[in-house]
């Protein structure tokens, strides 16, 4: 009777830890799966934002750079203009063909110059974008890395939590249930016995 006893005791035990570890996993899958969601949105979100800023930046110096070039360019222009009306009204008959050649040598050199500026300016721009790009995905990184640790660290926590939580609760229940069982074990032998 004790063998039996001990048996069923054991089985009840296992059944119980086994129901206990089932919960215990639904709760931490489902905690897993609600932190994953939230990391891949703060991820999209980090992703958006860094778009956002790096469109706005490259707009903002492009802008700049536009405004720059075309006041220099414009500058340019005039003075050109202004002296080539100058010596025209001067010399207007004998420096006519002077005139004209220096207008076709002052295009050619305008132009080189204007070529070598939009080189020189492109390749400032580009040096300045991957700058600038690698700066953000540097700070977006470290962002990212904090995020993570800090999400990982509530996670820790949470878990701990929810085992000192199932701890306290599962513990007196399982006594609990175990008492009522070996109550009525008893009683039902005890019944069997005074039958017999």
Do not use: A, E, G, Q
């Not at 100058?86 to 050619?108: A, E, R, S, V």
């Not at 962002?143 to 820790?156: A, E, K, P, V, W």
Request: aromatic share 2%; proline share 1%.
């Amino acid at each position: 009777m004790d063998l039996i006893m001990d048996l069923i005791m054991d089985l009840i035990r296992d059944l119980m830890n086994l129901i206990r570890d089932l919960i215990m996993d639904l709760i931490m899958d489902l905690i897993r799966d609600i932190m994953n969601l939230i990391m891949d949105l703060i991820r999209d979100l980090m992703n958006l934002i860094r778009d956002l800023i790096m469109d706005l930046i490259m707009n903002l110096i492009i802008d700049l750079i536009m405004d720059l070039m075309m006041n220099l360019i414009m500058n340019l222009i005039v003075n050109l203009i202004t002296d080539l009306i100058m010596d025209f009204i001067m010399d207007l008959i004998m420096h006519f063909i002077m005139n004209l050649i220096k207008n076709l040598i002052m295009d050619l050199i305008m132009n080189l110059i204007r070529d070598l500026i939009n080189l020189i300016m492109d390749l400032i721009m580009d040096l300045i974008m991957n700058l600038i790009r690698d700066l953000i995905n540097l700070i977006m990184d470290l962002i990212m890395n904090l995020i993570r640790d800090l999400m990982n660290f509530i996670m820790d926590l949470i878990m701990n939590l929810m085992n000192l939580i199932m701890d306290f609760i599962m513990d007196p229940i399982m006594n609990l249930i175990m008492d009522l069982i070996i109550n009525l074990i008893m009683d039902l032998i005890m019944t069997l016995t005074s039958t017999s």
